[in-house]
């Protein structure tokens, strides 16, 4: 409940008129549809240069097809704040109270957009540290909101997904040993991931449990230490 109330507070903040873009694309960066083709777009070249793995390459041609041909949706439910972090290590909780951090203005993690780029975030974590409260809150959009709003949050988890995707694509040529291969099985991870939300099912618990348990094999002293206050995908 606290989660859902932090993504209306930011949705109620919502450029409706062109003078009100215009006021706020002074402060904060405003991503439409061609923004977020643009974004993917790279992250497919990205991730087919640095990486070429065709499965994979696959998986994000279907997912850009997706993406493309659901354009009037995107832009329908766009013009909204929206945190595109939104993860347990970026806000603090006090008496129920949630406490946005890394927020800051012209930053890469506050833009007006689609309002579920934020969700979107938040549920790809959630798929691996807490899959029951993934599939509550996804339920949640679709009982509650409509066939076409949870088109939009799905549209935008394969948006983000994609963004993690080309992160570490583009980490694997500076990686070698147990690191290297523990990347190589992240991509394979969140391959499966998208695949997943792409296909509107639910990603095996045999598939996240294998995965953790290979990762956490891989993952060095310093990387568990570095990570103990938190996990990480």
Known sequence: FIALSAFEAQE??????????????????ILGSAEYFKEFDRFRNSISSSYGDKKLGATMAKAEEFLKSNRPNIDRYSNHLTHTDFVPHNFRLSKNEVFVIDCVPNHATVHFGNKYEGWARFLSYMMLHNPELEKLLSEYIRKNRGENEYLS?????VYKLGFLLDYYARSISKTEGDL?????LRLDFWNEALKAVLEDSVLSPSVISEYKQKRDQLRSAEEKERQREFAVV
């Open 153 to 157: 949050l799905r549209l935008m988890r």
């Open 180 to 184: 290297r291969i523990l990347t190589e």
């Open 12 to 29: 109620s903040f919502h450029a409706t008129t062109f003078e009100h873009l215009k006021k706020v694309g002074v402060v904060f960066p």
